[in-house]
């Protein structure tokens, strides 16, 4: 590090005003400074994409003071750091958080207003940075929101997808894929350190060879090498001056190459090979719970990971504290396998790039890591076959290969003479071809490992990780997700937290038990007719952006239903679907039948190679197209599939809902967390016992939560004693008359071949058990239809549900990781009216 060593330096340096004030006068000249200056545009000529540039630009201003402040406080206290390594980050737009998060969310409206400008309309043109999936993404950006606002220093490591998850259009009812070129319009929020690039090794092989001292060591050889740059975002908490920073990684190719390739006059090889380095970070794998086991995917992984901790290193030079302090400096939070490989790539640092022994870099590692799990499902465990992870990663494999030896010999010492559990506990698969199993990697290569649910973390313990529990009891703990109350009420509900503030207060943002205040208010019909009166206009929003998206009229008093979540087999749309066609089919018998009015709505993606969960949205839009028309059906029922649900959508249609569907087969969803941000948002739950429903329902009490299907046990035992789906079909005439009319080709324009690979799966083997969950599941729908016509009795329902999820704020979670194995305390950061300059 340079410092200036001149007699007088650089030591402090006046922050503009501009740059800093919160004040309206102040933040008007600094927009039109930044429209000048930065945007290099006059209003007359200024896009509404140049205005959005100009306010992040003063957004931005008004958080680096306070994250430089928390950068130099960090460095000088050479703070003990939580480093969350994600394969996925779904931020969502960041320019409203950052507004609400610094307190001047008022102050810019006015400001805008005066400008003759609608912050709104403002809002709406942030390209979001989808650089994730669903529930695991998102849980990465809710947490970073609730680490800063707890004031915990903490990074977060990942990369810098160039393509985010894809944009969903419908075509003639079936998803179609657009690529996401979210950095198209340019992005303000994040700053480039190409000065911390690092080089990440691929390829080739090892050699073992004296080194200058005559000492054998391993020497790995590698045939490709790439550079990470780092992208800097800053994550600013909640009314604090806390401002910790995401890093994202960036593959580029090393000069070198080119500079080799030029020198055999092998133009068109250095180009392309530059081609191949910045494919790493081109794309996010679209695959959602599923692992697919491609190449590209592990260099993904390896690429982000070695960058980080290299990064990680540089930052422990910086402050003096030398590397075998690693464990105490970081705890480094895995976030599912996808960030696993850097256990061995740790080991191999401290080893081979810095000389320390195997039991020395092992002791460090074991205190390092720890690693949460996100799922149970066989497809999403992630194994790699010994032949590829050995081509790209031949020490890494040889490391494994050492780990895993000591660790059977742990597992032979506990457990004498149990080969079968030798076989079954191996990092290696050998059963067949031959894989790495990350999981169990993770397992032996970390001091904690998390569930994400209380029910999961107890399936963990019985069944995919069993013989890890009876190896390690201690290790395993759970830690039941939660989600930002900031992002996912303050910014989207603006209508029901001004009714919260006028009877509770604001304490609720963070401390969300505070919401709990809100009983008191129940037995208050006047408050009881302010929530109806704010849901309805909350829902009119909604009805209007329905009918000027997709042109379907939406009765504003129909109950709003809504299942808004990735698709997946498991997850269970076509339950839904089969209870809509129930009650079509009720009012096909019985045009006159007295029916709730209902709207389903439906949001989410498929995987782009997921064939089933495709035909399923296809399903939907072809129900929806008949029932939707029919006019014996009176407009009593609407189904609308919203396309391309995302961040910003999910924002707006949460606070709309008043029926969260959460439905999954009893064991398959490790937590959700979609159902904990509809039912802060006043939504009921129908639901299964699965994932953090079970919690759900134990917070909000029975009577506020609609039970429905099997519990995991049953569907254990039925699985065990032969499941039969098609005697329900058969013994059940409203199923039956369900399943037959989709058959029939009834929705499909009398083509019974389009969804019979459907009919075939749930009719044959029927995998997540749909027909055994249909009539509870329609039962309890009754149950739903009956409660909503009780205005009263659903109105104090939906306000207990809000009451009582002061558990799910993912600020609780983040404590119990800090207290629990984290062992990291606040650090509070004093916003200083200079910044000193460091050169
Ligand atoms: F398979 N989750 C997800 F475990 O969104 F890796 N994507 C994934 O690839 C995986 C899990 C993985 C979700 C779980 O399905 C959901 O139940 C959970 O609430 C969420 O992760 C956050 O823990």
Redesign the pocket.
């Known amino acids: 590090q340079i410092l200036p060593n001149s007699s007088e330096p650089l030591k402090e340096v006046r922050v503009e005003d501009d740059r800093t004030g919160l004040s309206i006068e102040t933040l008007k000249r600094a927009f039109a400074d930044n429209l000048f200056y930065i945007q290099g545009k006059f209003p007359e000529i200024a896009s509404r994409n140049d205005f959005y540039m100009a306010l992040a630009y003063t957004v931005r201003d008004r958080l680096l003071r306070r994250w430089l402040n928390t950068a130099e406080t960090y460095t000088r206290n050479a703070s003990r750091t939580v480093a969350y390594m994600s394969a996925?980050f779904l931020m969502g737009p960041q320019l409203g958080n950052n507004l609400i998060n610094l307190g001047i969310y008022d102050q810019v409206n006015q400001a805008m207003k005066e400008l003759g400008l609608d912050l709104e309309e403002l809002l709406e043109e942030e390209e979001e940075p989808g650089l994730?999936?669903?529930?695991?993404?998102?849980?990465a950006a809710c947490y970073l929101d609730s680490l800063a606002t707890l004031e915990i220093p903490s990074l977060g490591y990942g990369i810098r997808y160039e393509f985010g998850i894809f944009e969903q259009d419908i075509k003639d009812g079936w998803q179609v894929e657009i690529t996401d070129k979210w950095l198209s319009a340019g992005n303000p929020w994040e700053l480039p350190r190409p000065e911390w690039s690092v080089e990440v090794k691929l390829g080739g092989h090892t050699e073992m060879r004296a080194d200058e001292h005559g000492h054998f060591k391993v020497y790995w050889l590698p045939d490709k090498i790439v550079k990470g740059i780092p992208y800097d975002t800053p994550i600013l908490g909640y009314k604090t001056n806390t401002a910790n920073t995401l890093r994202l990684w960036k593959a580029e190719a090393v000069e070198s190459f080119d500079f080799y390739a030029f020198d055999s006059g092998d133009y068109l090889g250095a180009v392309h090979q530059k081609t191949v380095s910045e494919n790493i970070s081109k794309v996010l794998y679209p695959?959602?719970?599923?692992?697919q086991g491609k190449e590209l995917r592990l260099a993904q992984q390896i690429f982000f990971v070695s960058c980080s901790l290299k990064d990680m290193t540089r930052i422990m030079a910086g402050q003096n504290v030398p590397l075998e302090q690693f464990a105490d400096k970081f705890v480094i939070q895995l976030?599912?396998?996808?960030p696993s490989v850097a256990i061995p790539e740790l080991m191999r640092l401290l080893i081979d790039e810095h000389n320390m022994t195997w039991d020395q870099a092992w002791g460090i590692t074991k205190k390092t890591f720890a690693y949460?799990?996100?799922?149970l499902?066989p497809e999403?465990?992630?194994r790699w076959p010994i032949s590829l992870f050995g081509r790209m990663l031949p020490r890494h494999l040889e490391i494994i290969y050492e780990i895993n030896n000591r660790f059977l010999d742990e597992v032979r010492m506990k457990f004498p003479d149990d080969v079968d559990r030798l076989r079954r506990m191996s990092l290696i698969d050998e059963s067949g071809e031959r894989y790495v199993r990350m999981a169990f990697l993770a397992c032996v290569g970390s001091y904690s490992i998390n569930g994400?649910?209380a029910l999961?973390t107890e399936l963990l313990q019985k069944d995919v990780l069993h013989d890890f529990y009876e190896m390690y009891p201690e290790k395993f703990n759970n830690k039941t997700?939660g989600i930002t109350p900031r992002r996912f009420m303050v910014l989207s509900n603006p209508r029901l937290c001004k009714l919260l503030h006028s009877k509770i207060g604001d304490e609720w943002v963070k401390n969300l038990y505070e919401l709990r205040k809100l009983e008191g208010f129940v037995d208050d019909p006047e408050f009881r007719h302010q929530w109806r009166q704010m849901k309805q206009e909350i829902k009119q929003d909604v009805v209007d952006y329905i009918k000027s998206t997709t042109g379907i009229n939406v009765n504003v008093n129909s109950m709003f239903d809504i299942q808004a979540k990735?698709f997946?087999e498991y997850k269970r749309q076509h339950l839904n679907v089969l209870h809509i066609i129930t009650l079509y089919n009720r009012i096909k018998a019985n045009p006159n039948i007295e029916i709730t009015p209902r709207t389903f709505l439906f949001g989410g993606k498929a995987a782009p190679g997921y064939y089933m969960a495709k035909l399923i949205i296809k399903l939907i839009n072809s129900v929806g197209d008949i029932v939707n028309r029919d006019p014996d059906v009176r407009d009593r029922l609407k189904v609308v599939f919203l396309k391309d649900f995302s961040v910003k959508f999910a924002q707006k249609i949460y606070p709309a809902a008043e029926l969260s569907e959460q439905i999954?087969t009893a064991g398959?969803?490790?937590?959700?967390?979609?159902n904990m941000k509809f039912a802060l948002n006043g939504a009921i739950t129908i639901g299964t016992l699965d994932?953090?429903n079970v919690e759900i329902l134990e917070e909000v009490g029975a009577e506020n939560f609609f039970l429905c299907g099997l519990t995991t046990e049953e569907v254990y035992a039925l699985k065990a004693k032969g499941y039969k789906p098609w005697e329900y079909y058969k013994k059940d005439p409203e199923l039956k008359l369900a399943i037959d009319r989709i058959a029939s080709g009834f929705f499909s324009h009398g083509d019974p071949n389009l969804f019979k690979p459907l009919v075939d799966h749930l009719l044959g083997n029927d995998q997540y058990m749909l027909m055994a969950d249909y009539r509870s599941y329609i039962d309890t729908q009754d149950e739903v239809s009956q409660a909503y016509r009780d205005i009263d009795r659903w109105t104090r329902m939906s306000i207990l549900n809000v009451a009582r999820m002061g558990k799910f704020s993912s600020d609780r979670s983040i404590r119990d990781y800090c207290e629990d194995f984290w062992k990291i305390q606040p650090v509070k950061i004093d916003l200083k009216q200079y910044v000193e300059a460091t050169a």
């Open positions: 996925e994730g999936n669903g529930g695991l993404g998102r849980l695959n959602d719970n599923s692992a976030n599912d396998t996808h949460t799990n996100h799922t499902l999403a465990l992630e994400v649910a999961h997700n990735r997946h999954s398959k969803e490790a937590s959700g967390t979609g994932g953090a």
